[in-house]
């Protein structure tokens, strides 16, 4: 551990500008280091054997320690300019040096060649070279110290002292060059820093003149801050650059518009990216509005390390968008102050008359001629034009009654503008012929052109409205998905032996879980309500056991809260109606549950009465806090209630009472509220619903062993979902066969028979549409039985089940779905017995 935090050292991480070469010379600088280790452990035995070694002996030894550990810390210093090969070459040649001083004549003639070898070997071989060539280095050394190489070498070769003193001289010069390549290391980063910051002036100076804020804030610490921002964007909060960098967000912001954009930081560091518009007022009083864009900067282990900020002004088309709207506004004013002018026919003489306004009309000074009918009033019509008037001045001589013309004319300056006229009898002779006529005219060629930018505004309004459809579609089906594991897998866990606490945590996370469902309900029925998708279904239901149902459903959270809920249904409210029990049940669930939301104490009273007229009147009473009269009319407004501190309190979105208004609008009734603060409040609703036959109970609450020895088919691409609706289908004793995609789904169904089939919509490759459609084509093709497949989908958007339907499926089960909602399938498709 102590060798490898001195590896690290040697080479540091952060340092590291070439992964693979920091790699090698972590190797190098080991190898050295051990070395040096085997080199002392070896020599030093001798040295105390020897009574009194000769200086030459013991420089030489210190030499041949030395040069191992010097390479090694030069290479450390190489490797954070990214020039270890540098220093590998030269420890090799140092080491060559050494081996030829040592051995004299015998290797002498040899030594370019070794030289020219190692150094291509350090370049392009591998570490364990230079391992060989320090290990034969250290060998020569202990060997001419031990006098067997001398032994061994001709007589005629250098002595032994001689050739120690040589060793000593190649050792010394080898860390020489050691030495020598260490400064031209230092040289080499001081170079390298240089351009490294000429590089950041020339980056910098390029960002400054970028027409956008350009920054980088650092997420890295406790606190995000600034690291790097342009001119621009440093001006934009009256700063300079180096002012922004090193400061924290909150310090450039503040603290109240830190807040404001905290929502799309958030979304960042979640690795998402985010935009948004900011308003600014600068220093210099001018107002300008920018277009803010925020990219997250992922670090090497995935997390989210910070943010690149850009930011566009959008002034221009701001200040444009609010020119054209105000030139709108001038616009509607003027149309109703504008002059209509009024002319006269005389059909005998063919002359006109026309008021000053007709003249300006037509682009001429008023009065400055006579103008007639045919010369001047046709031919100023465009040509393409001329018979809708000559057949509407006929209709009027024909029929004797009004005509209303819209045309186009040329004035006498090439302008062409679009004119409404309006033509009447205005006098006849005693003969009853027509004389005169007489009318008005308007210049509607702005109306004309406000129309064609309302068009292209209504398709633009319609285009965005398809866009939030498909957003909130995809927004349902994101979210679903992964809550349909998140429910599932708590009502899971609730069916095993578990203490109370771990009990706790689970019916927590499911009822977090249903919450967040009930928010995003809400946000898809009021973007259904809004634009104009939500249809009513109308089936006959027991009417009494549903509101009786509510006593059931809330009956626990009302004793937590020390409440009692008392349903009373009048004998005269009939049991079957008809009428869209969903919906009525939600307008219901939704006025209780406030109920008992609100309520400390007391009793909440549920009450169904027929009025006088045949209506149903729904009442829902408790002793909660009560309304201020003041606040009671927006109570029934999206996103309203009652005061501001209502959310934080009780939580809630403020969406659902104005989901039941529309609602109960859609059923054609009406809802309203008596409350007083400090004693409680009363909501009220009033429908009608006619009188339906008894319906036969769907089989419903069917027991699980009814299911027993039934095959199931699960296709489905989320590992999650298909482990959760496995684990509820084996616990009714299901034999399940799982599916990843539509493709093996298909495939499954040709290889064996199933007793129903739950289809994924959206998987990958082969959707749950295409799959079925296989299936029922090869049912028909091969003459098998009709197996049912009920569709899985995390779409809640209006049409998606009529879809499913279409697309060959029989039923339609919208994720996060309960084990009681599974069961309700299973029993409706594959119960046994009746």
């Not at 409350?675 to 036959?693: D, H, Y």
Request: proline residues 4%; glycine residues 8%; charged residues 20%.
């Amino acid at each position: 551990m102590i060798f490898r935090s001195f590896l690290d050292w040697f080479v540091p991480s952060s340092a590291r500008a070439d992964e693979r070469l920091a790699d090698r010379a972590r190797t190098v600088a080991g190898s050295l280091l051990t070395i040096s280790g085997t080199l002392a452990l070896v020599l030093v035995p001798f040295l105390l054997v020897r009574s009194r070694p000769s200086p030459i002996e013991l420089a030489t030894f210190a030499a041949a320690l030395a040069t191992p550990v010097l390479a090694a810390l030069a290479i450390r210093c190489a490797v954070n300019t990214t020039s270890a090969l540098l220093l590998t070459n030269l420890a090799g040649i140092a080491c060559v040096a050494i081996w030829a001083a040592v051995t004299g004549g015998v290797l002498s003639v040899a030594m370019p060649w070794l030289i020219a070898l190692l150094a291509t070997l350090g370049t392009f071989g591998k570490a364990r070279v230079l391992l060989v060539a320090f290990a034969v280095d250290a060998a020569v050394v202990v060997g001419l110290y031990l006098g067997s190489v001398n032994d061994l070498l001709p007589t005629n070769l250098v002595p032994l002292e001689e050739s120690l003193t040589l060793a000593l001289i190649a050792q010394l010069s080898s860390l020489g060059v050691v030495a020598m390549a260490a400064r031209i290391v230092v040289r080499a980063r001081a170079a390298a820093r240089e351009s490294l910051r000429q590089n950041e002036r020339r980056l910098q100076r390029i960002v400054d003149g970028l027409p956008a804020s350009i920054a980088y804030a650092d997420h890295s610490g406790n606190v995000p801050r600034y690291s790097f921002a342009n001119r621009r964007f440093a001006e934009r909060y009256g700063r300079t650059v180096e002012q922004i960098a090193g400061a924290s967000v909150v310090e450039v912001l503040g603290e109240a518009r830190y807040h404001q954009v905290e929502p799309y930081v958030q979304q960042v560091l979640r690795g998402e990216a985010s935009e948004y518009d900011r308003t600014l007022s600068l220093p210099d009083g001018t107002t300008r509005y920018d277009r803010m864009y925020l990219v997250p900067d992922w670090a090497e282990d995935g997390s989210v390390q910070g943010a690149y900020i850009f930011g566009i002004d959008d002034s221009e088309r701001k200040r444009v968008l609010m020119a054209l709207q105000e030139s709108q506004v001038r616009l509607a004013e003027a149309q109703a102050m504008a002059h209509v002018g009024n002319w006269e026919y005389d059909l005998p003489s063919d002359r006109l008359e026309w008021s000053d306004e007709v003249y300006r009309i037509y682009g001429h000074q008023p009065g400055s001629f006579t103008p007639f009918f045919r010369t001047d009033y046709v031919s100023a019509t465009q040509a393409e034009d001329r018979p809708k008037l000559f057949d509407a001045l006929a209709q009027v001589l024909a029929t004797h009654s009004p005509q209303t013309l819209e045309h186009r004319i040329v004035r006498p300056d090439g302008v062409e503008r679009t004119v409404e006229v309006r033509a009447q009898i205005l006098h006849t002779d005693s003969a009853g012929r027509i004389v005169k006529l007489s009318g008005v005219v308007q210049d509607v060629s702005e109306r004309k052109q406000i129309e064609r930018e309302l068009i292209a505004a209504r398709d633009a309004a319609e285009a965005a409205s398809r866009a939030k459809s498909a957003f909130l579609a995809n927004m349902s089906h994101e979210i679903r998905t992964p809550m349909n594991g998140v429910i599932g897998v708590a009502e899971l866990l609730l069916r095993e032996p578990l203490d109370d606490r771990a009990r706790h945590y689970a019916e927590t996370i499911q009822r977090s879980g249903r919450t967040l469902l009930g928010v995003l309900d809400d946000v898809l029925d009021i973007s259904k309500i809004e634009a104009g998708r939500l249809e009513l279904e109308s089936a006959g239901f027991d009417l009494p056991e549903m509101v009786r149902e509510m006593d059931d459903l809330f009956a626990e959270a009302a004793r937590a809260k020390g409440v009692r809920i008392a349903v009373t249904v009048s004998p005269e409210v009939p049991r079957w109606v008809r009428g869209d029990l969903v919906r009525l049940r939600q307008v219901l669930l939704n006025l209780v549950s406030n109920a008992v939301k609100f309520s400390s104490h007391g009793t909440i009273g549920v009450d169904v009465r027929c009025e006088t007229d045949g209506s149903l009147r729904f009442a829902v009473s408790d002793m909660g806090i009560g309304i201020a009269p003041e606040k009671q009319a927006q109570i029934f407004d999206a996103f309203a209630q009652a005061d501001q501190g209502t959310t934080r309190r009780f939580g809630g979105t403020g969406l659902g009472l104005s989901i039941a208004r529309h609602l109960v609008c859609l059923m054609g009734g009406d809802i309203g509220l008596q409350s007083t603060p400090g004693e409680g409040s009363c909501f009220w609703f009033r429908v009608r619903l006619p009188a339906a036959p008894a319906v036969t109970e769907p089989r419903s609450g069917v027991p699980a062993t009814s299911f027993a020895n039934r095959r199931v088919l699960v296709a489905e691409d989320e590992p999650v979902n298909a482990e959760v609706t496995r684990a509820m289908l084996i616990h009714y004793g299901i034999d399940v066969v799982l599916a990843g995609d539509g493709e093996k789904a298909v495939a499954e169904h040709a290889r064996q028979r199933f007793d129903l089939i739950l289809m994924d919509c959206q998987m990958p490759g082969m959707d749950g549409f295409e799959a079925t459609q296989r299936i029922r084509e090869a049912e028909k093709t091969n003459g098998l039985a009709r197996t049912p497949v009920v569709a899985l989908t995390a779409h809640a958007m209006a049409g998606y089940r009529a879809q499913c339907l279409q697309a060959g499926m029989d039923d339609y089960l919208s994720k996060p779905f309960p084990a009681t909602a599974l069961q309700e399938v299973l029993g409706r498709w594959i119960a046994v017995g009746p």
